[in-house]
């Protein structure tokens, strides 16, 4: 059966505030498919698509990927299917569409992690927004895209790589726009609100799409980007390297209390004792690790599970578990030795350096030996999310980690890296300072990193936004600059925050509705100047804390219930790097 379009329009309008089944069917889907040769490249395949309400009531509690914050909200589930024009290759698209009376002309893109894009679609319900997710051609609702990288030896997947790095969610975001104004009879130049939310990996595809698709999306949250790919995955390599050259390995309680030492050390710097380091800063300009030494510790024996791509110690993509011993000793010159190599970041063997590290006072997960206890001693372990990375991407071998590190120096570290960014610098680099387009086009872009990160460095952050201001304004004065680039991109970083989450060793504040001022920011110009975020735990629980926005600086003076923000200039000097191992520039 085919009824008109003009049939279909009508039935929709007429029932559009009052049932979402009248529209939720296959044949309105079908009539509102943009035709082949509308969406350059896209080409839709009618016969696939599938489209059904999902009743929330009627649900049991299907306790699948993220679905749980929007349990309460039908939707009419659809699934598109299209094929690149000329290709014959399949992407399978899903879309979720509020109620009529719900919808409030906005689409929402959800970020993924580790290697895996979203694959829930149901993330902007909650704010009446469609929202979208992709199987990107590779099956991705199955496969995260470090399964399928490679077809063999030697031979990468392309295909993969680029709709990974970010052709996927752009061609999601654009088909879902033109579907959105479909389906809810819209013209097609009607306003649709488009946001971008994510962190980690999440944070690195919303830069992608901020980008590459600038123009398509008017607010995009990005939270600790997994950007500068080949840096930040060999990254994770390199406290095991650390340790290797320094012929060192610390048991994990040492470093545990070399951390814990370090906390409570600069904790009182930024001008109260709350157990948060807010100024890293000021604890890298002023404290000597070396006090550390001859401190005593303790671990009890236990199970341990590794960061991996690290999401509050659950059990992520890349951890592991072992069994540690109880450990009591106290912390040596060679644990705070190799403490300092890795806060101070890889350099080559001519002193040159090639990348920054973690701030100090973050955990040093990455540094995390394993017990043998045949030799009852710590020995190296190299984190699967660096080892996988060099041994698919750099030396394209079908291994899922390192097994060991014979012959690895700094210098193959660089190397590694140089390999890594020159072969996917326009795929999975994700550093493009330019955005000239999102700009022009009205984004708005609100950036964090949780200034404590013990996976993602929080500096990663700070260079890509330096880079950004100075490619975009470096004609300009410091203070014009700053002013111009805070118009439409503003970063925060999270005091004592870790890695997309909060820190169970500094209990600090973390921001609870970023969506709200990103919506607010966008449709009613309410520009933020502070971030405002909330203490989770501990003695100051419930504490709003407006954040200061980046360079800014918090600091409590005199003891006083509240801090101010304040510029800096060794503080921001202590965070601003260069990278002469490398002859290209580094954004
Ligand atoms: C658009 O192209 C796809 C793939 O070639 C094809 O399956 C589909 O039938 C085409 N649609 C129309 C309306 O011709
Ligand atoms: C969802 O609810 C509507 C209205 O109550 C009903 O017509 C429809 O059959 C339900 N769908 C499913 C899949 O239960
Ligand atoms: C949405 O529809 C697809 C295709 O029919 C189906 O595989 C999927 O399970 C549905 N999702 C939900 C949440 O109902
Ligand atoms: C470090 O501090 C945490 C949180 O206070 C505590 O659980 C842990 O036992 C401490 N570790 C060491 C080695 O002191
Ligand atoms: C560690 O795990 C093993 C095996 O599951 C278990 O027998 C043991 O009790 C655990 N030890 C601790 C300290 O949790
Ligand atoms: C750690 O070792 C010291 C010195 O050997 C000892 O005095 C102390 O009781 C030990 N602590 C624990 C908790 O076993
Ligand atoms: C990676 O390989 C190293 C060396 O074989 C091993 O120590 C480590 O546990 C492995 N890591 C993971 C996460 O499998
Ligand atoms: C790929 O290379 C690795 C390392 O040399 C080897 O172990 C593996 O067998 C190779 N795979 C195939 C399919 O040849
Ligand atoms: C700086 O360059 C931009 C872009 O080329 C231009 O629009 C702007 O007017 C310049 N500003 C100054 C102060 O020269
Ligand atoms: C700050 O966030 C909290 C938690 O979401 C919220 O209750 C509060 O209203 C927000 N305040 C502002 C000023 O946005
Ligand atoms: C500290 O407080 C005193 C008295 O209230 C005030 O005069 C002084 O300026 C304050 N100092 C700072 C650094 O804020």
Request: hydrophobic share 35%.
């Amino acid at each position: 059966m085919r009824q008109s379009r003009n049939a279909l329009v009508a039935l929709a309008a007429s029932a559009s505030a009052a049932s979402l089944s009248s529209v939720c069917t296959t044949s309105w889907v079908k009539s509102i498919l943009p035709t082949n040769g509308t969406l350059l490249g896209i080409d839709l395949v009618p016969s696939a698509v599938t489209a059904s309400v999902y009743n929330a009531s009627s649900s049991s509690s299907s306790s699948s990927a993220g679905g749980m914050s929007t349990a309460s909200y039908n939707y009419c589930n659809v699934t598109v299917t299209y094929t690149h024009t000329g290709k014959g290759d399949t992407v399978v698209v899903k879309y979720a569409f509020p109620d009529p009376s719900d919808f409030k002309n906005r689409f929402y893109v959800a970020g993924g992690g580790g290697f895996s894009l979203s694959s829930d679609a149901t993330g902007g319900l909650e704010y009446g927004a469609v929202g979208g997710a992709t199987d990107a051609g590779y099956d991705a609702f199955d496969y995260s895209y470090d399964e399928v990288v490679l077809y063999g030896n030697g031979s990468i997947n392309w295909d993969a790589t680029y709709m990974f790095g970010y052709q996927a969610l752009g061609e999601m975001t654009i088909l879902g726009k033109a579907l959105t104004r479909g389906f809810y009879s819209k013209a097609d130049d009607a306003k649709v609100y488009t946001y971008y939310e994510g962190c980690s990996d999440g944070g690195r595809e919303g830069m992608s799409q901020v980008q590459r698709y600038g123009e398509e999306y008017d607010g995009a949250i990005t939270g600790a980007p997994a950007f500068r790919f080949a840096q930040q995955q060999v990254h994770h390599v390199f406290s095991s390297a650390v340790e290797q050259t320094l012929d060192y390995y610390p048991p994990p309680c040492e470093l545990d209390k070399i951390v814990n030492a370090t906390i409570a050390a600069c904790d009182p710097l930024d001008g109260r004792t709350d157990g948060v380091v807010s100024r890293t800063d000021l604890c890298k300009l002023n404290f000597d690790l070396k006090t550390i030494i001859g401190e005593p510790y303790y671990c009890a024996e236990q199970n341990y599970t590794s960061l991996g791509f690290g999401f509050s110690k659950r059990q992520a993509e890349g951890s592991t578990t072992s069994y540690q011993p109880a450990q009591n000793g106290t912390v040596s010159a060679e644990g705070v030795a190799v403490a300092e190599a890795i806060y101070n970041g890889l350099h080559n063997s001519a002193n040159q350096r090639a990348y920054l590290s973690w701030q100090i006072a973050s955990e040093l997960s990455d540094a995390a030996t394993t017990y043998n206890s045949d030799t009852d001693s710590w020995e190296l372990s190299i984190p699967s999310t660096g080892g996988e990375y060099v041994t698919k991407f750099v030396q394209l071998l079908d291994l899922d980690n390192l097994s060991d590190l014979d012959g690895v120096t700094y210098d193959t570290l660089v190397d590694w890296m140089r390999t890594g960014m020159i072969r996917y610098m326009d795929s999975l680099q994700t550093t493009l300072p330019d955005l000239t387009p999102f700009q022009a086009s009205g984004g708005k872009l609100l950036h964090y990193h949780g200034e404590s990160d013990p996976s993602i460095p929080s500096g990663s952050s700070v260079h890509y936004w330096q880079a950004v201001r100075s490619i975009m304004y470096g004609n300009l004065t410091a203070s014009e600059s700053l002013s111009a680039l805070s118009d439409w991109y503003q970063f925060y970083l999270i005091p004592g925050a870790a890695h997309c989450g909060t820190n169970s060793l500094q209990p600090g504040p973390y921001p609870e509705n970023n969506m709200q001022i990103m919506i607010d920011w966008v449709e009613n110009g309410v520009k933020p100047s502070r971030l405002n975020a909330t203490v989770s735990s501990g003695d100051y629980e419930g504490e709003t804390q407006m954040l200061c926005q980046w360079p800014q600086r918090p600091l409590w003076k005199n003891g006083s219930s509240s801090f101010v923000c304040v510029n800096d200039e060794k503080s921001i000097d202590s965070w601003t790097y260069s990278f002469p191992a490398f002859e290209l520039p580094v954004y």
